[in-house]
């Protein structure tokens, strides 16, 4: 109650979360010292900046990154938006590629890098089989036991219960859906 940090405040306490299109925008104003340039170079610079603006690149918070749960956002995003919905949950499915270390090493590691690499394994087994019902059923089994991979369990059960990529894909929460489109059209 009452911390300010700068013009920023916490919001008071049952005000709701920001929805989609709600929030109006980043603003910031940003101080620079130490300049090293000359007067001139700097006033042309910010010129430039106030007639071109600049490019708003985003960050993996938007896009996401590629991990060992899978493929960038975005890529998955694209696809969905091509209807190519086979591929994008084949892409959600698809751990990269495990570094060969973890096999020389697999007895030393630490437990979180076991399931990393038991993860992949099981994933890259059922994207190389024939991907049938009887194949995702084994797969799902195998991950029951395994903490998180939501995504890839729940397209995995959608796909069960549809025998259809499309429904499965549409079986992950619509939060879940809407963002791996937005980090295509942020990508874009």
Not at 35 to 57: A, D, H
Not at 157 to 179: D, E, Q, S, V
Request: net charge positive; hydrophobic share 40%; with cysteine.
């Amino acid at each position: 109650e009452g911390i300010a940090i700068g013009n920023i405040a916490p919001l008071p306490f049952g005000s709701g979360h920001l929805k989609l299109g709600e929030s109006g925008g980043n603003h910031f104003r940003i101080m620079l010292r130490d300049l090293t340039s000359t007067p001139t170079k700097i006033q042309e610079s910010f010129e430039n900046l106030r007639k071109t603006g600049f490019v708003n690149f985003y960050g993996t918070q938007r896009i996401g990154t590629a991990s060992f749960q899978g493929a960038m956002s975005y890529k998955v995003g694209f696809h969905i938006l091509r209807n190519e919905f086979e591929v994008a949950a084949l892409m959600l499915l698809s751990p990269l590629p495990i570094p060969p270390a973890f096999d020389l090493l697999k007895d030393k590691l630490p437990p979180h890098c076991k399931k990393l690499s038991y993860t992949a394994e099981t994933l890259i087994e059922f994207i190389e089989s024939n991907r049938d019902k009887a194949s995702a059923s084994k797969c799902l089994r195998k991950l029951t036991n395994v903490k998180g991979f939501t995504k890839e369990k729940t397209v995995l059960k959608g796909f069960l219960r549809h025998k259809c990529w499309k429904k499965a894909i549409m079986t992950l929460p619509f939060h879940t859906r809407n963002m791996l489109v937005h980090a295509y059209q942020s990508y874009i």
